[in-house]
C-alpha cells in the first residue's frame, strides 16, 4: 500500500515540462487499431493509463510497445481479436478502454466489450456511443455477465448524426468508427476539444479525411483503408499545466510550465481573476503567485469554457482566497468528493445545492491525512498539501498516476518536499 507525504509551507519556484495529454494518447492509441502501418507516437505520457490502454492493444494480437523516450511504437495484426471478453480485468482499470469500440468496428465489423472503469465521479452511460453507431448501421446485443456485442451486418454506412448533448468520448467514437464507413458522415453538437483536434490530425496522417474537427460539426468522409506509416507527437497535456500553475499560485511561487498551447483561455481567465500573473513566451508559459488569492466564481462547461478536469484542483486553491467563491459542476454528478477531505485540512466549505458549493476561504491549510477518490481529486490534494504547514499522508496515490507523469519528480525540482511511502500489509 502507497502513500504521499507532503511536507507543505514552501513556495515553489523552477521549471516543469508539462506532459503529452493523457486525453489525447488514450484515443490516438486506440485509432492504431486501424492502420495496417507502423505507428510512432511521440510525446506519451509514462501514466498507469496509457499502459493499461497498451495492454488491451497488445490483447488484440497486436504490438505495441512503449519506449523510454515516452515514445510508443505499435504494429498492428491485421487479423485483430476484438472480443474483449478476456480483457475485463485491465478494461476495469480506466473508461478510455470504451474508445477500442469505434476502431475495432470499423475494422473487424464487430466489437464484443466488457463494462469499462475510470474515475468514480458519476454516471457516464454509453448511450450516444451506442446510438451512433446505430445510426452508421450498426447492431447491439446484449450478451450475459455485461458484455456488449456490436456487429455492422455488411458495412458501416455513412450518416448524420445528431448528438444529443456535447460528449468528448461519443464523439470520438463515432469519429474512428466513421472514417471507415462507406459515404459522408456529419457529427454535429460534436465536443471541440483540443484533444478531437489532436485525433482527427493523427487519423487523417493514416489517410482519412476528416474536417471540422474543434468545431461543433465535423464531416468525414469514409475510406476503405487506412495503411500510412505515421509519426505523430501528442499535444501538451492543458489539465496538468493548469494543475501545476495553481501550486504555483497556492504556495506563493513561480513556476515557468514548458510547453505548447498549456492553458485554455477560460482557465488562464481564471487563474487572472484570482490573481494569478501570467507571462507568455514562445514554448513556455510562466506563472506568477499573488499577493492573495482573489475570491472567483466557476461554472464548468465543454469546451471551450472551464474544464471539469480542473474543478477540484481550484477548489483546493480557492480554500485559501480573501472571500466567498462559488463553483457549479455542470458535468458531472459526482465531482465534489475531495471536499470532504479538503475539509480535514480546515477548508470551509458548503454545499450549496446537488451541484453547487460555496467555498468560504481560510487563512490557512492545515496537515492531516486525507484520501485520494479519484485522478483529479487527488492532485486537488497535493495542491492543499503543498500550501498547508506540517505533513499531510495522502493514501490511495494511484489515482494521481494514472493522469500525472512523475509528479512527485516535477514539483520536487521546484522546490517541494514530498516522497512516496510504501507500506506491507499482512494477509
Known amino acids: ?22 486525453n489525447s494518447a488514450l484515443p490516438i492509441i486506440a485509432a492504431s487499431l486501424m492502420s495496417t502501418g507502423t505507428i510512432n507516437i511521440k510525446n506519451v505520457p509514462n501514466i498507469s493509463d496509457v499502459q493499461s490502454m497498451l495492454s488491451i492493444i497488445n490483447y488484440t494480437g497486436s504490438n505495441a510497445v512503449y519506449k523510454n523516450n515516452n515514445n510508443v511504437i505499435i504494429n498492428c495484426n491485421c487479423k485483430l481479436n476484438t472480443n474483449f471478453s478476456g480483457a475485463s480485468k485491465i478494461m476495469q482499470k480506466l473508461r478510455g478502454s470504451s474508445l477500442v469500440m469505434g476502431a475495432s468496428l470499423a475494422v473487424n465489423g464487430h466489437v464484443v466489450i466488457p463494462a469499462t472503469g475510470g474515475c468514480n465521479i ?16 450498426a447492431k447491439i446485443q ?5 458484455l456488449l456485442l456490436i456487429s455492422v451486418p455488411k458495412s458501416l454506412q455513412g450518416a448524420k448524426i445528431n448528438m444529443s448533448k456535447i460528449s468528448v468520448g461519443a464523439t470520438e467514437n463515432i469519429l474512428m468508427a466513421a472514417t471507415m464507413a462507406d459515404g459522408f458522415t456529419e457529427i454535429n453538437n460534436a465536443a471541440m476539444e483540443p484533444e478531437i483536434v489532436d485525433l482527427a490530425n493523427f487519423l487523417n496522417k493514416m489517410g482519412a479525411n476528416i474536417q471540422g474537427a474543434g468545431t461543433s460539426t465535423i464531416t468525414i468522409k469514409g475510406t476503405t483503408k487506412l495503411s500510412n506509416d505515421v509519426d505523430h507527437t501528442v499535444e501538451s497535456d492543458r489539465i496538468e499545466a493548469a494543475s501545476y500553475a495553481l501550486a504555483a499560485m497556492i504556495t506563493k511561487g513561480e513556476i515557468t510550465l514548458i510547453g505548447n498551447k498549456l492553458i485554455q483561455k477560460s482557465v488562464a481567465n481564471k487563474i487572472k481573476e484570482a490573481g494569478g500573473i501570467i507571462n507568455q513566451c514562445a514554448n513556455a508559459i510562466t506563472i506568477t503567485a499573488p499577493y492573495k488569492i482573489n475570491p472567483i466564481n466557476i461554472s464548468t462547461m465543454p469546451y471551450p469554457d472551464f474544464p471539469s478536469d480542473a474543478q477540484p484542483q481550484f477548489t483546493a486553491l480557492l480554500s485559501l482566497a480573501s472571500g466567498c467563491s462559488t463553483i457549479q459542476e455542470n458535468i458531472f454528478e459526482n465531482r465534489f468528493a475531495h471536499t470532504e477531505e479538503l475539509k480535514k485540512m480546515g477548508a470551509n466549505i458548503y454545499t450549496i445545492s446537488e451541484n453547487t458549493i460555496q467555498i468560504n476561504g481560510v487563512r490557512s491549510l492545515q496537515a492531516a491525512e486525507v484520501q485520494a477518490t479519484n485522478l483529479r481529486s487527488a492532485m486537488s490534494l497535493v495542491i492543499a498539501a503543498l500550501s498547508a504547514k506540517g505533513e499531510t499522508l495522502i493514501t490511495n496515490p494511484f489515482h494521481l498516476d494514472r493522469g500525472y507523469e512523475n509528479p512527485e519528480l516535477k514539483l520536487s525540482q ?10 506491507k500489509i499482512d494477509i
Open 1 to 22: 500500500m502507497q502513500k504521499i507525504l507532503v511536507n507543505g509551507g514552501k513556495p515553489l519556484v523552477g521549471k516543469i515540462k508539462i506532459s503529452g495529454s493523457k
Open 122 to 137: 458519476g454516471q457516464r452511460p454509453l448511450n450516444m456511443h451506442l446510438n451512433g453507431f446505430r445510426k452508421l448501421g
Open 142 to 146: 446484449h450478451l450475459d455477465n455485461s
Open 414 to 423: 521546484c522546490g517541494a518536499k514530498l516522497k512516496r511511502l510504501t507500506e
